[in-house]
Every structure is written in structure tokens, then in C-alpha cells.
């Protein structure tokens, strides 16, 4: 076939455009394209009727402003708010619709080239596959099977020229924005005032600029849906891609419906129609996912904005889609340019729509419109940053757009719940807002700070729950498993005969990945605003705020009224960890909380490490005398604290709060046996009906508690949350460290007997948090342990347990030596590496034994009440690590040289005789009062003889004496197996004089009992 040239091309073109025909069916609903494909001019052509028109001048696309260089700025119409529209000619129009200056526009062509952010690959795809449709600019009358060749010589052809020409412009503006001037017809809008100004003026008089076209036809669009005698102009048009659900309901609320995978058209009518009609039943196809709860409901009203709103969001998503069609064509400078164009104009006549200037101004405290679309993630790619972008230039019209947007989401927000994914749409919707970035700056992290609720002042003791329930962020932090905060989850996923340990792990594992998913979300909010210079003191102060307002929640008895949810604080605290994960703790200054500007209110009668009362305010006194010995805080700093703060007011409680509940479960299952197994007494008594009741009451409770601890089991026992909160003890460990000798990690025992008045001025829980969360972690967790940072947690365990004269409170001192006993095999097989790695650390072969000797007799006098008690379980602890440390030849070696000439032996053998009595002797009273009552009991007819409340009395007592012969015998049977140990393998020091009186009269003394 003999090739074309590119003027035969040309002429057979405009031969084509000028035949005449009809436009070809509307588009189906699924169609990717953004129009229906049109043949005919929808413009009046020059000349008479019917006569073949002549192919204008090149220079007539430069004369109507299409070209790069001879755009003309205008004056954006976000100006004219409140501004009636009160001229329809075209310079009245013209003022209202032009767009943003010049410079703004080259931003929005590099916007133009990005492919939409959630269009579906298939969708994509099939967008590319159908290049050969006419694109508007562009089509030749060829056979089928030349059809692809032609359009390929078209597009070569076209890519030589810098220029379009203007029957090209005019066709592409109309196919993008749906509208004709010549003749009514389907699927497109009719403006008959441009077509009166066509059939009476040329073209040059109509319009300067293409710019100024796009401009008035937009405005006469929506001028036209807002005039009552005038038959609604959307009814008539198709959507172009598959429909987000806007539906109206009975109560004139919109139920949001979640778009299927395959679009991502922007919010269109599910009737396949722009009009009113198509908000007239409820339903989309491809199979959305409805928010059908009620909570789930956000309202908007139904009225003439939705239906611009819808227009203008479906035509700035068709250049998306134009471009994607036919990218080398759309590439071109001039088209580039025109497509840049009509997407600031939809933004600009956007923002005349969200201001209600067209129909009736919207008060600040209404819903925004956007925020529907932006929930269901069905907004063009680029809408939102651009509609930033041209408002930004006006602080009160950006305002006036955005505050109702942040409001609206979090309205949105304290509707949602882990019941369902919906939680995630606000938070990555407004997450996305605080990524817009202007230069270096985050436009809407400034406006967000600026709201009055972004930090309220307290109004109540409630001042915990008052920052959460009040401040901006408080609803989207607030999202949580915890049965106490959202009992949804629990009825959703731990209700039902059908829940069993397999099902409960599989969900524990998804609530744990939504967790995950929200946080990271949480992260880059807080994280988007302390970038932002402008608002990262004012994020400091939030943060802040939250953990001083909380202190209350460290106490063992606390109004959980008063304070924040586990919840809230323990998402806040997974945002911090992550925000604290690359700070170098050479940043880190340690003296920062004494600093006279440190954002943190530490309480002057917080338990100190070592120092009193007195010689802390000595020495603070001193150190603010010398201003030097401060330095500017820095964020490192200020942000790893607030972390290690918010440890303690959210981890910690968390895990106490656990605890109790597995007590309290395990006293209910013990209350519903002793009830089961009594029941032949009761039942035929006249308190039956009572002990029914509270049977009734107790198994209620029980599944209560049952379905509570299967929440936080999800929310507490993730092992992502415990690795991180453990890498962050690690941090925390090393500074301290570093604190008592300066020569860490190369350190050496024992310590300075100078203890370095900043260390002993930190409260005690700095060290007190880190033994009761390890406690934790070994018991319900123990996998976690092994990690990198553990070495360091080793290291700081034997320290201070070989370093007692640091720490002033022996029961610290305690929990640290309870850490070696649960992680010792003999207690926990899963931490036999932890276990070992404390054995042959080497600071702990020559200082470790000898150390818990000295604390084994300490122990005797810890100047609590309850001393005579406490001291039994401590010793029974070292006494599980010494049997350990037996077994290792390295301390076997350093407990002879102890026995032999060790300054401890004598005091610890000493304290071991005398617990072994005790332990004895109140054991077997037990005994002895225990067989006494079970003898009472098998004589049944001395026994039924008795009064039921000395009945009663006795099962107390015998319930009683069974519980404390059990601890005691555990406690002797520990002694008495360190005694046998200890004189097997050691005889010499036993033979001293000191102990031959003792050892006769010892067995022979139990042995008469």
C-alpha cells in the first residue's frame, strides 16, 4: 500500500471532520474513556453551512494562547468567594474561572504525567490497549487493517510539530469536559450561551485564550445545574469508569460503599448518570463492600454541590486518563499545557463549589464535601495536592477548604473500630494531607496546629482522658483491641461456642497486623508534622502534654476515668519508638531531665535512685547556679525521653493491668469449682437460690474477663510492640551505663565507691520499669529475649546486682535477682541462652556469687512491714540461682574460695540454719492442723453434729493451712536441698566450732516433731 504523506494525511482529516456524522453510542459504564467517541465537531465551523471548511493557519493555535510561551496568567477564582455571579457574558465568566498565576501552572505539568495512584493495572491496561480509538485530536477514514500503521504516521507526524492545531484543541477540551455548543445531543452537555456567542461573533471574540474557554464552560455548566428552571445538565452524561456508590437513603443520608479493585473512578452516581436521579437507589456493581453499621455512616446532604463536585472531579480524572491513552501526543509542549489548564480549572471552580459561591456559602461548621471521597479512596491521583496547591496562595481560603476536611475525618475516625478495615481510610487520608510539601514547608501540619483542639487546655481532674477525648489527634490514637476501649472487637472476633486456641491465635495475628498498619499510618502524621519546622515545637508541646497529663496512670491505684486508654497511650508509644529508633545516644544528654527546660514534669517526691530528698534539691540547687552546665536541648534528646516516660505510663500499666486479670480469672475459676463441688450442701438449703445467682454472676464475669484477656492477648503480647520495647530498654540501659562509668562497654567490678550524683538523682523507675517489663516478657513472651541487645541487658543486670551500695532500695535490688530466677532453666526452659549468657559474662564469675551471698543476710532487714515475709522469697530465689551457679565450673571455683575465706559464708550460713527452722517448724504445724481437720471430716456423723459456721470455719482454716504449707515446704525443701549440696561437696567449713553444736541437735530435733 502505497504510503501517505503528511499533507494528504492533513487534508483527509479535515475532509473527515467536516462530513457531518453522528456521534457514535455513549459509552458503557465500565469504558475506561472519558467521552464517547465523537466525529463531529462540536463547535460551528467558519463559513457558511455546509461548505467544506479550509484548514486554518498555523499561527492561529498561537494567536488563541495555546502555545507554552503565550499563555496568559490569570486571576484565580478563589477570589471570589461570596461573589455573586451576576453577568453570563463571557468577560463576567471569564473573571470567575480563570486559573492560578503562570508559575503554578509549570508545577501542575509534571502533575499532569503521573499515572493515578490507585487506577487498577487492568483497568490500565486496557486504557493502553485501546490507543487506536479516536482520541479527539486525531483520526483518519482508513481501512481496519491500515488503522494501526496510519495512527503510528499520525503520531510521528504530530511529534514533528511543537503545535496543535486549534480544531484539535477545541475537540480534546470538548471530549475532556463532556460539552457542545453546535447541537444537542447524548452523552454531552449543551451550553447554549457559548453557542449563541459562537453563532454571533468569530471565534477571536469569543474567547482570548483557550484558558478563558475552559473557563466558560465550566461556569455555564455550573450555573446551569444551579438554575431551577433549567433541566439538570448532568441527568444526561454516562460515567466514564466504574462508580463509587453515592446513594441516597430514606433519611437523606449518603451510605459510603468501599470501590471494587477494578477503578478508581472518582465519586460518580451508582445509575450510571450525574443527575439527581442516580442518588435514587442504593447498590454498585463489581461487588463494593458497604460500611453497614451505623457507626460506620458518615452523612453528607444531598444537594446541587455533590453533583458539581462529582462533574469537576470526573473531568480532572479524564486528563488523567487522556494521557494515559495517547502518551507521546499528550507529551507535546501545547498539549501538555492545555491539559495542565483544564485540571487547575476544575480545581479552581472546585474551590468556588466547596465554598458554596455558586449556590449558598457553607458555614465552617459543615461537613466538607471531599471528605467522602476521600474515606473511600476514589479521588484522582494529584486532586488533593493540587486543590492544596492553588488555595495555599490564600491563607483564609485554604482555610476555609481544609479545616472542614481535617474536622470531617475526625469525625470519621471515632466511628471506626477494628471490627473492620475501615478504620485505615481516615488515618491514610490524612495521613496524605500532611505529606503535601510546598518548599519546605507542610501546609497542612501548619493548619492542623493552628486548630483550637490541637492541644486544649484541662478543664477537669480528668486531664488523661480530657487531652484524649478533646485534642485533634486523641481520636485517630484512640483506635484499639483492648476490650476496656472498644468492646466491638471482642464481641466481633472472642464471642461464640465456635472460638478455639487455633482461631483465637489467627485472629490475635490479623488484630495484631491492623495494629501495625494504623500505626504506621499514626507515624507518618506525627512524623510529617515535627518535620515542618513551623510546628515542630508546637508537636513537642502535644507530646508533652500527653505524657504529663497521664502521670497518674504509674500508680498501683489509679481512676482509670482519670487517665487515657491502654489503648491510646500504647499507640502513642509505638509512634515514639519508631520516631526514637536512629537516635544516637551520643545525642542524647543525660542530664536533660533536671534541665530547667525540660518539657517533663518529674514529681520533687519521685522516688530517687540513691540521692534523698535533701541532697537532690542540694545539688539541683547547685547545678542551676551554673547555667554552663546545661546545654540547649535538642530533639534527640527531648524525643528519647518522652519515649522512655510514655514506657512507663503505657507498657507498664498494660502489663499490670494483665496480670490482675489473669489472677482475677483464675480466683473466679477457683470460686465456680468450690460452687460446682458444694452444690449437694447448698441446694437443698435456703440460700440455694442465692448460691445459684452467684454461679450465674460468676461465669458471666468469667467469660467477660475470658474475652478481655483474648484482646490483650492481641494487643499486649505482639511481639513486633515487645522487640521494640526491649530495643529501647537496651538504649536506655546503655546510658545509664555510661552514666556510672564513663568507660562502658570496656567496664570493670567493682564500681567507683563515688556514686556520680546524676545517676543518683534518676528516679528509681528508669531501672525499676526495665526489671518489671523483663519480668514480664520472660513469663508470657520469652521468645522475645532473644535479640541482639540482650548482651546489654546481661550487662546491666549484673552491674548493679554486684553494685548494691547504687541503688538505696533493696526490693530493686530484689526484682533485678527475680529477673536471674525466672530466666533460669530450672524455672523457664525457653531462656536456657539468656541463662547462660549471665553465667559466663565476665563480670560475673568473680563478683556474682558473692554478691547474692551479701544480699541473701542484707535481706533480713529491708525496713518494710512486711520484712519477715518478703525475705523468704527472696532467698528462695537465690537459692534456685546458687543450684545453678553450682553446676558451672567457673563460679564452682569462686564459691570455694568463698567458703574457705569469704567475708559472706559465715553471715549466709548463719541466715540458712535459721530459715530452715522456721520453714520447718511452721510447716509442720500446718501439717499437724490440717490431718486434725481431715480426721474431723471422715468421721461424717461428728462432723454433720457440728454448726454450719464452725463448719464453714474449719474449711477456711484447713483451705488456709494447705496454702501455706505448701509455700513453706517449698521454701524448706530449697534450703534443705542448698544444705545438702553445700556439705557434700564442702565438709571443711561445717567442722568449724561455730556450727559443731548445731548440727546434733538440728535432725533430732524434726525428727521428735
Same mark, same amino acid.
Given at each position: ?244 456508590? #453515592? ?18 473512578? *472518582? ?8 443527575? #439527581? ?117 490564600? %491563607? ?15 469525625? #470519621? ?24 510539601? =510546598? ?96 510546628? /515542630? ?30 489503648? =491510646? ?109 458444694? %452444690? ?161 559474662? *565476665? ?119 494447705? /496454702? ?46
Amino acid at each position: 500500500m502505497e504510503e501517505l504523506s503528511a499533507d494528504e494525511i492533513r487534508r483527509r482529516r479535515l475532509a473527515r471532520l467536516a462530513g457531518g456524522q453522528t456521534s457514535q453510542p455513549s459509552t458503557p459504564l465500565s469504558t475506561p474513556l472519558t467521552s464517547p467517541q465523537r466525529e463531529t465537531p462540536p463547535w460551528p465551523l467558519p463559513g457558511t453551512s455546509g461548505a467544506t471548511p479550509q484548514p486554518l493557519p498555523p499561527a492561529a493555535s498561537h494567536s488563541l494562547g495555546l502555545n507554552v510561551q503565550s499563555v496568559t496568567p490569570a486571576t484565580s477564582p478563589i477570589g471570589a468567594s461570596g461573589v455573586a455571579y451576576c453577568s453570563q457574558s463571557s468577560e463576567g465568566v471569564s473573571s470567575l474561572s480563570s486559573s492560578p498565576s503562570n508559575s503554578l501552572e509549570t508545577q501542575s505539568q509534571s502533575l499532569s504525567r503521573s499515572q493515578s495512584m490507585d487506577i487498577d493495572t487492568a483497568s490500565c491496561e486496557k486504557s493502553m490497549s485501546q490507543v487506536d480509538v479516536d482520541s479527539g485530536i486525531e483520526n483518519m477514514e482508513v481501512e481496519d487493517s491500515d488503522r494501526r500503521e496510519k495512527r503510528d504516521l499520525a503520531e510521528k507526524e504530530s511529534a514533528e510539530n511543537s503545535d496543535v492545531s486549534e480544531e484539535q484543541a477545541l475537540q480534546l477540551i470538548c471530549k475532556i469536559l463532556r460539552v457542545s455548543w453546535k447541537e444537542q445531543d447524548r452523552d454531552v452537555i449543551f451550553l447554549p450561551l457559548l453557542a449563541a456567542e459562537f453563532h454571533q461573533s468569530s471565534l477571536k471574540d469569543v474567547f482570548s485564550d483557550f484558558k478563558d474557554l475552559i473557563g466558560q464552560i465550566l461556569m455555564e455548566v455550573l450555573l446551569m445545574s444551579t438554575q431551577l428552571h433549567v433541566h439538570n445538565p448532568f441527568a444526561s452524561l454516562t460515567a466514564t469508569s466504574e462508580p463509587i456508590a #453515592a446513594a441516597k437513603s430514606l433519611d437523606h443520608h449518603l451510605t459510603l460503599i468501599q470501590p471494587s479493585s477494578q477503578g478508581s473512578s *472518582p465519586m460518580a452516581p451508582c445509575a450510571g448518570s450525574f443527575g #439527581a436521579s442516580s442518588l435514587s437507589s442504593l447498590g454498585v456493581s463489581g461487588g463494593g463492600m458497604a460500611w453497614e453499621s451505623c457507626g460506620d455512616r458518615f452523612t453528607i446532604e444531598a444537594c446541587k454541590e455533590t453533583e458539581m463536585l462529582n462533574y469537576l472531579i470526573e473531568r480532572f480524572d479524564s486528563v488523567g486518563m487522556e494521557e494515559r491513552k495517547a502518551p507521546k501526543i499528550c507529551s507535546h509542549p501545547s498539549v501538555s499545557q492545555l491539559l495542565s489548564n483544564i485540571r487547575s480549572q476544575c480545581i479552581s471552580h472546585a474551590v468556588l463549589v466547596l465554598q458554596g459561591a455558586l449556590t449558598q456559602p457553607r458555614s465552617p461548621l459543615q461537613q466538607s464535601l471531599l471528605v467522602p471521597y476521600m474515606l473511600c479512596r476514589n479521588l484522582p491521583y494529584g486532586f488533593i495536592q493540587e486543590l492544596a496547591r492553588i488555595t495555599y496562595q490564600e %491563607e483564609e481560603v485554604f482555610r476555609q477548604i481544609f479545616v472542614p476536611i481535617l474536622q470531617g475525618l475526625g469525625l #470519621a475516625v471515632k466511628e471506626c473500630s477494628f471490627d473492620s478495615d475501615n478504620f485505615k481510610f481516615p488515618l491514610m487520608a490524612l495521613a496524605e494531607l500532611c505529606e503535601i510539601k =510546598f518548599g519546605k514547608t507542610h501546609p497542612m501540619c501548619n493548619l492542623m496546629t493552628s486548630l483550637p483542639l490541637w492541644c486544649p487546655k484541662s478543664l477537669s481532674p480528668g486531664t488523661g482522658r480530657e487531652v484524649q477525648r478533646l485534642s485533634f489527634l486523641g481520636a485517630f490514637f484512640s483506635l484499639s483491641v483492648f476490650a476496656e476501649d472498644d468492646s466491638k472487637v471482642g464481641d466481633k472476633y472472642f464471642s461464640g461456642p465456635a472460638i478455639t486456641t487455633e482461631n483465637t491465635r489467627v485472629v490475635s495475628q490479623s488484630l495484631q497486623h491492623y495494629l501495625e498498619s494504623a500505626r504506621g499510618e499514626m507515624f507518618k502524621i506525627l512524623h510529617n508534622v515535627l518535620l515542618n519546622g513551623e510546628t /515542630r515545637e508546637v508537636a513537642l508541646n502535644y507530646m508533652a502534654a500527653l505524657v504529663n497529663r497521664n502521670v497518674k496512670k504509674a500508680q498501683m491505684q489509679t481512676d482509670d476515668k482519670l487517665v487515657s486508654t491502654d489503648g =491510646f497511650m500504647i499507640n502513642f508509644l509505638s509512634v515514639l519508638q519508631q520516631l526514637s529508633m536512629k537516635i544516637k545516644l551520643e545525642t542524647v544528654d543525660p542530664y536533660y531531665i533536671f534541665h530547667p527546660h525540660c518539657r517533663l514534669h518529674v514529681s520533687p517526691e519521685e522516688t530517687r535512685l540513691k540521692a534523698t530528698m535533701e541532697e537532690l534539691k542540694t545539688w539541683l540547687g547547685e547545678m542551676y547556679n551554673d547555667p554552663s552546665k546545661f546545654s540547649e536541648p535538642k530533639f534527640p534528646t527531648e524525643c528519647f525521653f518522652l519515649t522512655l516516660h510514655t514506657h512507663h505510663l503505657s507498657i507498664l500499666p498494660g502489663c499490670r493491668r494483665y496480670i490482675r486479670r489473669l489472677r482475677a480469672i483464675r480466683e473466679l475459676n477457683r470460686t465456680v469449682e468450690e460452687l460446682k463441688n458444694s %452444690e449437694s450442701q447448698w441446694k437443698d438449703s435456703p440460700l440455694a437460690s442465692r448460691h445459684r445467682e452467684m454461679l450465674k454472676r460468676c461465669k458471666t464475669q468469667l467469660k467477660k474477663l475470658v474475652r478481655s484477656k483474648a484482646c490483650a492477648d492481641a494487643g499486649l503480647l505482639d511481639e513486633n510492640l515487645l522487640r521494640r520495647c526491649l530495643q529501647f530498654y537496651s538504649m536506655v540501659i546503655q546510658l545509664i551505663l555510661r552514666m556510672v562509668d564513663p568507660a562502658y562497654p570496656h567496664m570493670s567490678l567493682p564500681l567507683n565507691p563515688e556514686i556520680p550524683k546524676s545517676f543518683a538523682a534518676l528516679p528509681e523507675f528508669y531501672i525499676e520499669d526495665v526489671a518489671e517489663f523483663l519480668l514480664f516478657v520472660v513469663q508470657y513472651s520469652p521468645q522475645v529475649l532473644y535479640e541482639p541487645c540482650v548482651q546489654d541487658i546481661v550487662t546491666f543486670l549484673v552491674v548493679f546486682i554486684c553494685s548494691q551500695n547504687y541503688i538505696r532500695n533493696p526490693y530493686l535490688i530484689a526484682k533485678l535477682v527475680e529477673v536471674l530466677f525466672v530466666t533460669n532453666p530450672a524455672v523457664q526452659l525457653r531462656t536456657q541462652r539468656f541463662s547462660e549468657m549471665m553465667e559466663n559474662h *565476665p563480670l560475673s564469675v568473680k563478683q556474682l556469687v558473692p554478691a547474692l551471698m551479701k544480699f541473701y543476710t542484707d535481706v533480713e532487714h529491708t525496713g518494710a512491714t512486711s520484712e519477715f515475709y518478703d525475705k523468704f522469697t527472696i532467698r528462695y530465689h537465690i537459692s534456685t540461682i546458687f543450684k545453678s551457679l553450682w553446676q558451672n565450673m567457673g563460679h564452682h571455683g569462686t564459691f570455694l574460695e568463698e567458703f574457705n575465706s569469704g567475708k559472706q559464708f559465715v553471715r549466709y550460713i548463719n541466715m540458712l540454719i535459721n530459715d530452715t527452722t522456721f520453714l520447718l517448724d511452721e510447716s509442720l504445724e500446718s501439717l499437724k492442723r490440717i490431718h486434725e481437720v481431715q480426721e474431723e471430716m471422715k468421721n461424717k456423723e461428728q462432723w454433720d453434729q457440728l454448726p454450719r459456721e464452725q463448719q464453714q470455719s474449719r474449711q477456711s482454716q484447713l483451705t488456709q493451712d494447705e /496454702r501455706v504449707s505448701r509455700s513453706y515446704l517449698a521454701l524448706a525443701t530449697e534450703t534443705v536441698d542448698m544444705f545438702h549440696i553445700l556439705t557434700k561437696q564442702v565438709q571443711k567449713p561445717f567442722l568449724r566450732v561455730l556450727f559443731t553444736t548445731w548440727w546434733p541437735s538440728f535432725p533430732f530435733f524434726f525428727c521428735q516433731q
